[in-house]
């Protein structure tokens, strides 16, 4: 299989710009400067990337609502969003570690298909690896006149910042990532209107997800049909998956969009470690429902991950075992999300911390009859449109579904006032 | 308009609003928190959630936010819905996880926004078992109180704090369900609006410090509509009294005027009427000092000296009402009554009243001028003189804003989404003044200058829009730019705004805004010209035409005159302390009716004690010249007395004819109206003490009013029937038809199931936001001219000149301390400046001295100690004092004085 983002990553070492060159690196850019912003646009929208986020929003269509045009508000702003902070998720960490020039190539031809004057790599505050990579390769490209005043002689200009986070989950939301590079609380901001028309600073915004930019100029040197040519599935391209939990071999692979989650989990991933059963995963991070053996055959794809009442996520999945509880699970789950709620809006920061501490008292042996039905409701009061963003939403996701595959579980530690798995 | 169906019902509605601010202007009991009518929606609190459906098929329908959907034309949502009610329910619910259930204890308990969600929503049942947070409060000054853990997370006070009024020292901090709404640390809070928290706050984390020492309920209050007498803007008020203690003021609600919001000094400086400087019983000269003697006693000496006396004068006072204004001008005859301002300000009064008479510019309400699009402020420090006028301010300069979303479909309404797009988009702001003031963090530009050079530049920008106003000579290329940038935005907005006052002590100033605001109609812009009055009756007063003070001064020295009557005023205040001295020993009578000891009555033979606005009722007029009515919120203890009623009581014992027929205020104002036809509207100003709904009087006690029967059962155990109003057509119980009182009637803002002032008011509102239904209280009094020709002023003074060993001294205001009665409230008391002399950074190191260096001032005829303050902003030769504060005599007064190193 022909891979894109990973096809310069063989060991451990990082890409540098001369090898990415010779690699027939930022060729993808020079194609790109020679069509106009609208025709790099209308070939993203033909090749159906889907974004890599975890929303699967159409690339080229998010592109379509930017102003163009001499009348356009200015200046315009792409932002890569870098701030990798779902549990169980490490891909955006691989190509900025690793091979940070595939971001930086796809962001300049992003760049240039809006028009954007600037752009941020908004990178998780832990990333420090990351951040630096970024930085140096801004730096080599800068050096080469991918970036800065008058790229390669097309007269279009762009510069590329790095803008480290502070590590807060809410920042790497689309618009709480703009309130936070604008120095402000990472609370999310109504839509409409979207950033494309007000984003940072008021202004046309375009923000992409690391993954998805860096598909960007093999797209564009390539075609949409060759793109669409790589999946298996109903999406295009490949993709990054990852597993992580008692597999075998933990870890990341670029594969076909549409790789059965069986693939995965058991191919590349080597499967369950001796003297451990599989009882489901998360596909696609922690706010993703739960799956389980039934859906092992299930495409790795958005649509058909819905239809089985999960979402792709971000593509990396989340193993459950048998030696593990799977209350104790949500509960770190919950937790986590209860902490990262921005505090903004009532079902969020008041549901959640409740859900915590009814799984917390669950799983030290002080769950009450009722408990099931209260977490069941917190499920329906923090749905979608519910709350103000998609958090509280998504940290319902593993808690619901929890409910559903692993009920017997949930009863036993009220029954038995205790957590089975603990000695 | 747009049609949309609630419940099944179909209602015509605004389109450009959205579905909260509908269904509650149609009449709804619709639950919310975060949302405000002048702060517009955020979507925090999802309290307002509803139902709403795609079409007559849909019958499952989703969950939107009222407050965050505009009302489409064919929307159909369901309020009732019980996904939707449920869901509003669940929201208190979530909301009351951490809230300490401590209403029993808690000061907002009774008027608590939340206290009626959770019972309008149905939420009962605690099902929470956990632990809930804590948070340690903090001390935020003598204004507001802070409980933090009964937060509910609404962001309301970082909104209104920050967004709405520009303060900078409250924030949010911390996230999930511990954010923290306070300060960086323990300390007064900065900006003079705080005090808004207490209402904007939904519970009771900001609730109101002052009352706290003297805490009474709401429905134990009794209250009555009233008017704010710390400035001249003539904030609508409801202030609240029990047990003949005044326990605080509340907003409101005024449609033009006040909206919302009070400025602190409004809100806090009630406390006076509690003081010990009132003068609660009258006084006679004995033995070289003061006795108390009853009212007969008092009476009799007013009779010994004032019947059959044909040397007397009055002098009346720009915060005291109308109603004894009149009073004392028909005791002494109109040609022995003067006016207790300084002449300067009288001067400039009688000049503003003439322009803005004279036209064409037309004088805008508060609320107009929080929606004009260019603004030049002209000599005036509207921050501190005329505080709740500058908070309008700040939202004018947010009108490229509201453009710019418009231009971006971006409805008006979604505030977040408004300030996002705007950026630091913010109208042309020009403020012009001597020196630094509170408003400096959003002006477009700012010029501190002299006098003399404030008004060329105005002439200049005058001279800019219409070369026919007078041409500026000399004047340096900078002032020249200036005047160009400023005629530019004037002239390019729709709706300009020129705003001055007797600040800076100058005709020239306020004749050149005149120009300015002149020139601005000639060149067709809808221009409104505004200035402000310093005190709460200083138009009424001017309106009224009295002598100037000096000409007072003057009868007594040539001898024409012996016997003074002075109304609520203390001179020390109005000229230089010799002068008064001199005027005030020469008299051979001196009553003095006031309600609070000044300096003044020291040398008076008769002092009679005189009802403040909260024991007294009356009229004053605002700088808009709105004539107002303020109504008596208790009846004082019966040797106190509203002036006018002093007065005419003397006179009809005396057997005077004029005011054989004054029974009360309706027949003092009939008098007026008769006398005096630039007033005579101010009669309108309130219904008749005989008018009734319903056929009873509106009480001023609620209808929860504890404790009647047993209220002096110390005293006595039958009930003593409640004291009669003669005046208004208020009662003084809790008997009576509130639900039919006209606006101006309005004792305070009270409905079923809404039970706080702030989220009450839209039930009296024709549509939330808009104006009071039956209309917003006031008479408008000065109206421009149709078709006025006014020339142009063309008196422009020569450029300021500084003097060797000399400084021009003007009068900064400060909103604490410089205006007399709420200086003797304690919690502005301790906020107030220290005295001091703020002089220029050069001219203090030519002088030798460094900050905090204790000078001697010589001004006026007066000199005192003061320490010095070093200020970049203050020009060259000119020196700033503090306007009054104790101890400087003949500050606010214009004129050249020294500065000498001790």
Same mark, same amino acid.
């Given at each position: 299989m022909e891979k894109l983002l990973t096809r310069n990553i063989s060991n451990g070492q990082r890409v540098d710009i001369h090898s990415y060159e010779k690699a027939g690196g930022y060729e993808g850019l020079r194609k790109a400067l020679k069509l106009s912003p609208q025709e790099i646009t209308e070939t993203i929208k033909k090749s159906n990337l889907r974004g890599r986020g975890g929303a699967g929003f159409p690339t080229g269509l998010k592109w379509s609502f930017v102003p163009m045009g001499p009348d356009a508000p200015r200046p315009k702003y792409l932002i890569a969003n870098a701030d990798e902070m779902e549990p169980g998720?490490?891909?955006?960490?691989?190509?900025?570690?690793?091979?940070?020039?595939?971001?930086?190539?796809?962001?300049?031809?992003?760049?240039?298909?809006?028009?954007?004057?600037?752009?941020?790599?908004?990178?998780?505050?832990?990333?420090?690896?990351?951040?630096?990579?970024?930085?140096?390769?801004?730096?080599?490209?800068?050096?080469?006149?991918?970036?800065?005043?008058?790229?390669?002689?097309?007269?279009?200009?762009?510069?590329?910042?790095?803008?480290?986070?502070?590590?807060?989950?809410?920042?790497?939301?689309?618009?709480?990532?703009?309130n936070a590079l604008e120095g402000r609380r990472a609370n999310p901001r109504a839509k409409p209107p979207f950033p494309q028309t007000s984003g940072l600073w008021g202004k046309p915004t375009i923000v992409n997800n690391v993954e998805t930019l860096a598909n960007i100029h093999h797209i564009v040197s390539r075609g949409p049909d060759w793109f669409k040519s790589l999946s298996r599935g109903k999406d295009s391209g490949t993709k990054l998956y990852g597993a992580s939990g008692k597999v075998k071999r933990p870890g990341l692979w670029e594969l076909p969009m549409g790789t059965t989650i069986r693939e995965i989990l058991e191919e590349h991933a080597g499967g369950m470690r001796d003297g451990v059963r599989f009882r489901g995963l998360l596909p696609g991070g922690a706010s993703t429902d739960f799956l389980v053996a039934q859906h092992l055959d299930v495409p790795m794809g958005f649509d058909e991950l819905q239809q089985h009442g999960s979402r792709l996520g971000t593509g990396t999945m989340i193993v459950l075992d048998d030696q593990t509880c799977p209350v104790g699970m949500v509960w770190n789950l919950e937790h986590f999300f209860a902490q990262e709620s921005c505090g903004w809006c009532t079902p969020c920061w008041s549901g959640l911390a409740w859900a915590e501490k009814v799984l917390k008292a669950m799983e030290f042996g002080q769950g009450q009859e009722g408990d099931l039905e209260k977490l069941e409701s917190i499920c329906r009061f923090v749905a979608p449109g519910n709350t103000f963003c998609a958090l509280a939403p998504g940290a319902a996701e593993p808690l619901q579904s929890a409910l559903k595959y692993f009920r017997e579980d949930f009863e036993r530690h009220i029954r038995e006032k205790r957590c089975p798995w603990r000695k | 308009m747009a049609r949309i169906y609630v419940d099944g019902r179909p209602f015509n509605v605004d389109p450009k609003q959205n579905l909260l601010h509908v269904c509650l202007s149609l009449g709804f009991d619709l639950p919310y928190f975060c949302w405000h009518p002048a702060m517009g929606s955020v979507g925090a609190c999802r309290q307002c959630a509803v139902k709403q459906f795609k079409d007559e098929q849909d019958a499952g329908g989703k969950l939107i936010m009222a407050c965050m959907t505009p009302a489409a034309d064919g929307t159909r949502i369901s309020?009732?819905?019980?996904?939707?009610?449920?869901?509003?329910?669940?929201?208190?619910?979530?909301?009351?996880?951490?809230?300490?259930?401590?209403?029993?204890?808690?000061?907002?308990?009774?008027?608590?926004?939340?206290?009626?969600?959770?019972?309008?929503?149905?939420?009962?049942?605690?099902?929470?078992?956990?632990?809930?947070?804590?948070?340690?409060?903090?001390?935020?000054?003598?204004?507001?109180?802070?409980?933090?853990?009964?937060?509910?997370?609404?962001?309301?006070?970082?909104?209104?704090?920050?967004?709405y009024a520009g303060g900078r020292d409250l924030n949010a901090y911390a996230m999930r369900d511990n954010v923290y709404f306070g300060r960086h640390e323990d300390g007064v809070l900065e900006s003079e609006f705080s005090g808004n928290l207490v209402e904007v706050c939904p519970t009771g984390v900001f609730t109101d410090a002052t009352l706290k020492r003297h805490y009474t309920r709401k429905w134990d209050l009794q209250m009555a509509p009233s008017i704010c007498v710390h400035c001249g803007l003539g904030c609508n008020t409801s202030p609240g009294e029990r047990y003949g203690v005044l326990r605080r003021i509340y907003n409101r609600y005024h449609g033009e005027v006040n909206g919302w919001f009070l400025c602190d000094r409004g809100r806090y400086g009630y406390e006076f009427v509690n003081s010990e400087r009132r003068i609660r019983k009258p006084r006679v000269r004995l033995n070289g000092g003061h006795e108390a003697v009853g009212e007969d006693t008092a009476l009799r000496r007013m009779h010994a000296i004032l019947s059959g006396n044909r040397r007397i004068i009055g002098i009346g006072s720009p915060r005291a009402s109308l109603e004894s204004n009149f009073a004392l001008r028909t005791l002494v005859g109109a040609e022995h009554f003067y006016a207790g301002m300084s002449d300067d300000e009288y001067r400039l009064v009688k000049l503003m009243i003439e322009i803005l008479r004279r036209g064409p510019a037309r004088i805008p309400t508060l609320r107009e001028i929080e929606i004009c699009d260019a603004v030049f402020v002209l000599g005036e420090d509207v921050s501190n003189t005329s505080p709740r006028m500058a908070l309008s301010l700040r939202q004018s300069i947010r009108q490229p804003s509201m453009r710019l979303a418009e231009k971006l479909r971006i409805p008006l309404w979604l505030d977040h989404a408004v300030r996002e797009a705007a950026q630091d988009a913010s109208g042309p702001l020009f403020l012009a003044t001597p020196a630094a003031t509170r408003l400096d963090d959003i002006a477009t530009r700012k010029f501190h200058a002299a006098a003399d050079d404030l008004a060329r530049?105005?002439? =200049?920008?005058?001279?800019?829009?219409? $070369?026919?106003?007078?041409?500026?000579? #000399?004047?340096?290329? *900078?002032?020249?730019?200036? !005047?160009?940038?400023?005629?530019? =935005?004037?002239?390019?907005?729709?709706? $300009?705004?020129?705003?001055?006052?007797? #600040?800076?002590?100058? *005709?020239?100033?306020?004749? !050149?805004?005149?120009?300015?605001?002149r020139a601005l109609c000639a060149a067709g812009r809808k221009a409104s010209l505004s200035f402000t009055a310093h005190e709460c009756n200083s138009i009424g007063l001017s309106l009224m035409g009295a002598g100037e003070l000096g000409l007072a001064f003057r009868a007594l020295r040539e001898g024409s005159a012996d016997t003074v009557v002075i109304v609520e005023d203390d001179l020390f205040r109005r000229a230089p302390a010799d002068e008064v001295v001199e005027f005030l020993r020469s008299a051979r009578h001196l009553i003095v009716m006031d309600s609070i000891l000044s300096q003044t009555q020291a040398y008076a033979e008769l002092v009679l004690p005189a009802g403040t606005f909260a024991e007294a009722d009356g009229t004053l007029v605002n700088n808009e010249g709105r004539a107002q009515r303020f109504f008596q919120v208790f009846p004082p203890s019966p040797d106190i007395r509203e002036s006018w009623r002093w007065i005419g009581d003397y006179m009809r014992e005396d057997g005077r004819r004029e005011s054989a027929d004054w029974r009360n205020l309706d027949d003092v104002l009939a008098a007026l109206a008769a006398e005096l036809p630039a007033l005579a509207h101010a009669i309108a100003a309130a219904p008749l003490a005989s008018s009734r709904g319903r056929y009873q009087k509106v009480p001023r006690e609620p209808h929860r009013y504890s404790g009647r029967t047993a209220y002096y059962a110390n005293i006595n155990v039958s009930e003593p029937r409640p004291p009669l109003d003669l005046d208004g057509p208020l009662s003084f119980s809790m008997e009576g038809w509130p639900a039919a009182a006209p606006p101006p009637l309005l004792p305070f803002s009270w409905a079923p199931g809404w039970n706080s002032n702030q989220q009450s008011a839209p039930k009296f509102q024709s549509e939330v936001n808009g104006p009071l239904r039956g209309g917003d209280p006031g008479v408008r009094l000065i109206e421009p001219e149709a078709n006025a020709k006014a020339p142009y002023f063309n008196g422009i003074p020569d450029a300021f000149g500084p003097r060797q060993g000399e400084w021009l001294m003007v009068p900064l205001h400060h909103i604490f301390g410089s205006e007399e009665l709420s200086a003797l409230a304690p919690a502005i008391a301790e906020l107030a400046v220290k005295p001091y002399i703020a002089?220029?950074?050069?001219?203090?190191?030519?002088?030798?001295?460094?900050?905090?260096?204790?000078?001697?001032?010589?001004?006026?005829?007066?000199?005192?100690?003061?320490?010095?303050?070093?200020?970049?902003?203050?020009?060259?030769g000119v020196a700033g004092v503090p306007m009054g504060l104790p101890g400087i005599s003949g500050a606010g007064l214009s004129g050249w004085g020294r500065v000498k190193r001790i």
């Open positions: 998720t490490f891909k955006d960490r691989l190509i900025l570690e690793r091979d940070p020039h595939q971001l930086i190539e796809g962001m300049i031809v992003a760049s240039y298909a809006i028009q954007a004057d600037v752009a941020y790599v908004f990178v998780r505050g832990e990333y420090v690896a990351a951040a630096g990579e970024a930085s140096r390769a801004i730096a080599e490209a800068h050096d080469r006149h991918y970036l800065g005043k008058n790229v390669l002689g097309s007269g279009y200009s762009l510069e590329i910042y790095v803008h480290k986070s502070v590590g807060r989950y809410m920042c790497g939301e689309e618009t709480g990532l703009l | 309020i009732k819905d019980p996904e939707a009610a449920a869901f509003r329910s669940s929201i208190i619910q979530g909301m009351m996880e951490n809230h300490p259930h401590d209403c029993p204890v808690c000061d907002e308990g009774g008027e608590c926004h939340l206290q009626d969600m959770t019972y309008m929503t149905g939420h009962d049942y605690r099902a929470y078992r956990f632990g809930k947070r804590t948070f340690r409060n903090q001390y935020l000054g003598p204004f507001v109180n802070h409980e933090m853990n009964r937060c509910i997370q609404c962001y309301r006070c970082v909104r209104f704090y920050r967004e530049l105005g002439f =200049a920008v005058a001279h800019v829009l219409d $070369p026919r106003a007078p041409e500026v000579g #000399g004047l340096s290329e *900078d002032i020249a730019a200036l !005047a160009r940038q400023i005629a530019g =935005a004037l002239g390019g907005a729709e709706r $300009p705004l020129v705003i001055s006052g007797p #600040g800076c002590n100058s *005709d020239a100033v306020i004749q !050149a805004a005149a120009n300015v605001a002089l220029n950074r050069d001219d203090a190191a030519e002088l030798g001295v460094v900050a905090a260096t204790e000078v001697e001032v010589l001004i006026n005829g007066g000199a005192a100690r003061l320490r010095v303050s070093i200020s970049s902003d203050i020009p060259r």
